[in-house]
């Protein structure tokens, strides 16, 4: 006799060809969902196991899950798939196999039992995915972007506020931190001292020079009021900065944990930027290195296709610093190069979660093998024009020059 194998939201069923019950093991009430979700992936609860054993009376065994399938042929048992006429007249009767089988007391109890097990594994998965560590990457990356751009306009209203004070100050300086802290600490021009910026790091003549301009500054007086603004202002792009540190830090930390390969290659930042980009590493994983190669540039893509013209080298991973130092002659290549080891990298994260010590050290071998082999830029390829369509520009110029002469047809008016 050949016996079907009807896994439901509650419990599992052993069928003859008859459709009539034969056995049935109800999960346990506090592992429904785990008992479920293990024997969909193929996994082989004990309940099951012992449902299974205790048919004497069974040849073969009809299954609809494919993986469970496979597992249960692993153990001895005589396997075969369920045909869609089958899997179809199972679903139609599902309801009152069972109440049949004991696993529901009426009709409307199993639909509630249906209907509570699937809001139960939605809200189940939905905690599964939540938790992911790549998702909290995503987060904190779009959350360093925030607080990089608030930085950079609150720096920027710092800088034409204090503008109207002391001008000359900003042109000391390429770090915005070192202004805003110089402000926050002196406020007023008056009250910079050459004494207390050299104890503040600066060196004597630098030190020097910000003293003297402050003493000959065109810049206008300012309000005790005025200056406290800013200075708070100034307070809060110092705050800032602090916090993009430890964002900063917090990125690298876990990306050595969740993407260490791909940290390898293209270091944490561009890693995380390309996870977020994406939505996460398993989907960056399943991507091929030319998609990776211009994600962050599909404006250009698009552009391209539209217009028929050179499509984007590269996207995100032109931040990579073997890219864009290198000349533009070899940076399509090394683009290429770095895209497809981070779509092996991603895959390896993703599927293995092992570090593959390697992978760098041939992305180096390659990076090194494009510097020395396209050392030279490559010749620029003159094309030939026939000689027709030589003459039949010549002509097409000359009689644009007659008419911007004002003669027609090369005949005088």
């Given amino acids: 006799m050949k016996g079907i194998l009807y896994i439901c939201e509650v419990g599992s069923i052993v069928l003859d060809e008859n459709l009539e019950i034969v056995s049935t093991w109800k999960y346990p009430k506090s592992a429904q969902i785990d008992s479920y979700e293990k024997l969909k992936r193929g996994e082989l609860p004990s309940g099951l196991m012992d449902l299974l054993n205790s048919i004497k009376n069974i040849d073969a065994l009809i299954v609809v899950e494919s993986e469970l399938g496979r597992s249960l042929s692993k153990e001895g048992f005589q396997i075969e798939d369920a045909s869609n006429e089958l899997i179809d007249e199972l679903m139609f009767k599902k309801i009152s196999l069972m109440v049949k089988s004991g696993l529901a007391s009426s009709k409307d109890d199993a639909k509630d039992k249906i209907r509570n097990f699937a809001i139960a594994l939605s809200e189940f998965k939905l905690r599964k995915v939540s938790a992911k560590p790549d998702l909290h990457i995503i987060e904190a990356i779009q959350a360093l972007d925030e607080i990089d751009k608030t930085k950079n306009t609150l720096f920027s209203r710092v800088k034409e506020w204090y503008g109207l004070h002391f001008p000359e100050l900003i042109s000391f300086f390429e770090n915005s931190t070192a202004y805003v802290k110089v402000i926050?600490?002196?406020?007023?021009?008056?009250?910079?001292?050459?004494?207390?910026?050299?104890?503040?790091?600066?060196s004597i003549e630098k030190a020097e020079s910000i003293s003297i301009s402050a003493e000959i500054s065109?810049?206008?007086?300012?309000?005790?009021?005025?200056?406290?603004?800013?200075?708070?202002?100034?307070?809060?792009?110092i705050r800032l900065d602090s916090l993009k540190d430890k964002f900063t830090s917090y990125i690298e930390k876990n990306m050595g944990n969740v993407a260490p390969n791909i940290t390898?290659?293209?270091g944490a930042n561009i890693g995380a930027r390309l996870i977020a980009k994406i939505g996460g590493l398993k989907k960056l994983a399943m991507l091929p290195a030319s998609t990776i190669q211009v994600l962050g540039a599909e404006k250009a893509l698009f552009r391209a296709l539209r217009t028929n013209t050179r499509p984007p080298k590269h996207g995100i991973i032109f931040q990579h610093k073997a890219i864009h130092s290198a000349p533009k002659w070899q940076r399509g290549k090394i683009a290429r190069s770095i895209a497809t080891k981070i779509a092996i990298?991603?895959?390896?994260?993703a599927f293995r979660g092992r570090v593959d010590k390697g992978i760098e050290e041939r992305l180096q071998i390659r990076l090194d093998e494009i510097e020395r082999k396209y050392r030279e830029p490559p010749k620029k390829k003159v094309r030939e024009i026939p000689e027709q369509l030589k003459k039949k520009t010549r002509r097409k110029k000359t009689r644009k020059e007659k008419k911007r002469r004002g003669k027609k047809g090369g005949k005088r008016e």
């Fill in 264 to 266: 390898a290659v293209v």
């Fill in 345 to 349: 990298a991603a895959r390896i994260d």
């Fill in 218 to 237: 065109k810049g206008g007086e300012i309000r005790k009021e005025e200056l406290k603004r800013i200075s708070d202002v100034a307070k809060e792009v």
């Fill in 184 to 202: 926050s600490k002196f406020g007023g021009r008056e009250n910079i001292k050459k004494e207390e910026l050299v104890k503040l790091g600066f």
